[in-house]
């Protein structure tokens, strides 16, 4: 997968003016507040739209931007900040009203919605989807942060009628927003957030369910650990918006998940068996496995919580080589 990533090293504070001066965000959660944030942060000027009346006051309250308005002239950006299953219907709109010049999303799955907007019409040149690779386990403006996407990733999956200018102003808003850009095709990120971001979550709801109703009683939670509490983090995210998600990346999350049942099919099994027995060299194998991997997520992440990665190439001039 490291071969399909080419990432940008270009940092907010060196550059010599914003180029994105005008940016229109359509949905108002914590993602598009969060973006709005920072960009204004960063100087630019945000108009914000929302179909939740409450949630648009909210932002607008936080000083995210200011309303949309209908003679507001077209934005250097758009922003979709709207669940994976309305982007294409919200781009074809947009695009219809002519609301920017560039367009982009921030949902978290990418092929299936490109192809939507694909069979929808959308002009597909001025669209460059994208994916923040940052998050909380709470929604709504209210839990938006300016700092949000400070040293994370922040993909874009161009597809073959992506314009290149489009993909450099979009560039240069992840920039504005404190994020590096990651360059792959929408399938390979859609394989990457299944391994690293939906599985994950669907793992963490598993084992945060066991506790829902027989067995959570007080004596029992009352000796539990950090470590069970950050496992089940993400577990409280919500459940309609990940529904949705899963829905658009079902297959490779499926296959992450069979990969884990089988493991942990095989140390259940494993540890049934009489203590000495051989098979409980599966458990070891895991665990073994374990450390390996938890050294690889520890060396890409950063124990400053910051992501780090070897990968350190930037975003070609003149080329999309490397997407």
């Not at 942060?145 to 999956?157: E, N, P, T, V």
């Not at 459940?239 to 069979?258: Q, S």
């Not at 409980?280 to 938890?294: I, K, Q, T």
Request: charged share 20%.
């Amino acid at each position: 997968m490291a071969k399909a990533i080419l990432t940008s090293t270009t940092d907010r504070t060196t550059r010599s003016a914003p180029a994105i001066r005008h940016v229109t965000v359509i949905g108002c959660g914590l993602i598009g507040t969060s973006v709005a944030l920072a960009l204004r942060a960063d100087g630019a000027r945000v108009t914000l739209a929302d179909q939740d009346p409450r949630s648009l006051v909210e932002a607008v309250r936080m000083e995210a931007g200011v309303a949309l308005d209908a003679d507001e002239p077209p934005a250097d950006v758009v922003v979709i900040a709207t669940p994976p299953s309305t982007v294409a219907e919200v781009l074809r709109d947009a695009q219809g009203r002519g609301l920017g010049t560039v367009y982009t999303d921030v949902a978290s799955t990418k092929a299936r919605i490109l192809s939507s907007a694909e069979l929808a019409g959308c002009d597909l040149s001025t669209y460059v989807p994208g994916h923040p690779m940052a998050g909380r386990e709470i929604s709504g403006p209210g839990a938006a942060r300016a700092d949000l996407f400070d040293g994370r990733k922040w993909a874009l999956c161009p597809g073959p009628a992506t314009a290149l200018y489009a993909v450099r102003t979009v560039t240069e808003l992840v920039t504005a927003c404190g994020a590096q850009v990651a360059l792959l095709s929408p399938y390979a990120h859609d394989r990457a957030a299944a391994a690293v971001s939906h599985a994950p979550l669907v793992l963490s709801a598993a084992l945060a369910a066991r506790f829902a109703y027989a067995g959570a009683g007080p004596d029992v939670l009352s000796l539990a650990g950090r470590a069970l509490y950050d496992m089940t983090r993400v577990a409280g995210s919500p459940p309609e918006l990940w529904i949705d998600i899963l829905v658009h990346n079902a297959v490779a999350v499926a296959d992450m998940l069979e990969e884990v049942v089988d493991d942990l099919t095989a140390v259940a099994a494993a540890l049934r068996e009489p203590d000495g027995s051989t098979s409980w060299g599966v458990v070891a194998d895991l665990l073994v496995r374990g450390n390996l991997g938890r050294e690889l997520i520890v060396d890409a992440y950063g124990t400053d919580g910051k992501q780090h990665h070897r990968l350190q190439e930037r975003v070609p001039a003149g080329s999309m080589e490397g997407a």
